[in-house]
């Protein structure tokens, strides 16, 4: 079974740095893209970043260049970093990735949720 676990999530104060991290783990063949899309309350989920297998990134229309996605293959891991965190960023933020499982099921999956608060 294909299970996301993401972490690093947590109460920072405006202008502070934060990393999350996200791991597939499960009987994985290949994870194609892998990436992070937030939650604001009363709000749509909407992408924040995305990183294919290849490390071609792609950035939703609301993120500035305070972030950055990255990935490692190896340990099929997902990050994204940001920078100067404003209140706005609060959310939570949702780990998702599309992977083909050994027994050649492909599918799209998502993580529980890790909650970032930004106090100002």
């Known amino acids: 079974q294909v299970q996301l676990v993401e972490s690093g999530g947590g109460l920072v104060q405006a202008g502070e740095s934060l990393k999350l991290s996200c791991t597939v783990s499960?009987?994985?063949?290949?994870?194609?893209?892998m990436g992070w899309y937030r939650q604001a309350p009363g709000k749509a989920r909407e992408l924040v970043a995305s990183?294919?297998?290849?490390?071609?990134?792609k950035y939703g229309d609301p993120v500035d260049g305070r972030f950055t996605v990255s990935r490692a293959n190896a340990k099929n891991t997902v990050y994204l970093h940001i920078d100067n965190l404003k209140p706005e960023d609060t959310a939570v933020y949702y780990c998702k990735a599309e992977i083909t499982q050994i027994n050649g099921a492909r599918d799209v999956y998502w993580g529980q949720g890790t909650q970032v608060t930004v106090s100002s």
């Open positions: 499960g009987k994985i063949l290949i994870a194609y893209d």
């Open positions: 990183v294919s297998v290849g490390g071609i990134r």
